[in-house]
């Protein structure tokens, strides 16, 4: 199982980013995908989930209306608009059965990613 993040860097507030997480080693149409983010010294967030057997989505609400999730084959997207500095985190991709549903929080043992790192700053 592999799960592999990209697409991370600095930019200007106000400027799109869009990050992706290549996945591979497991049947990602019967999972659901998150991503979330880590600032030190703070709690991970959740920002984006979609589940992709019924194409579900939830969105944080520091996020609705800027943020997309999405996915293409074994691929999942976040097409990050809008940017704000309280953006800045280290994004991680994460994978769960999908039958847990939006709500359920990810563990450790479930398919995460090393994260890529978004810095928004003038």
């Known amino acids: 199982v592999q799960v592999v993040e990209s697409g991370g860097g600095l930019v200007q507030p106000g400027e799109p980013l869009r990050l992706s997480c290549e996945t591979s080693g497991f049947r990602l149409d019967v999972y659901a995908v998150g991503w979330f983010r880590q600032v030190p010294g703070k709690q991970r967030e959740g920002v984006a989930k979609l589940n992709n057997k019924n194409n579900a989505t939830d969105y944080a609400d520091s996020v609705k209306g800027r943020f997309t999730i999405s996915r293409d084959r074994d691929t999942v997207y976040l097409q990050m608009n809008n940017l704000k500095p309280d953006d800045s985190a280290v994004y991680l991709c994460?994978?769960?059965?999908?039958?847990?549903?939006?709500?359920?929080?990810?563990?450790?043992?479930?398919?995460w990613g090393q994260g890529t790192q978004v810095t928004v700053s003038s």
């Open positions: 994460v994978a769960w059965p999908a039958p847990y549903g939006l709500g359920y929080a990810p563990k450790e043992y479930d398919f």
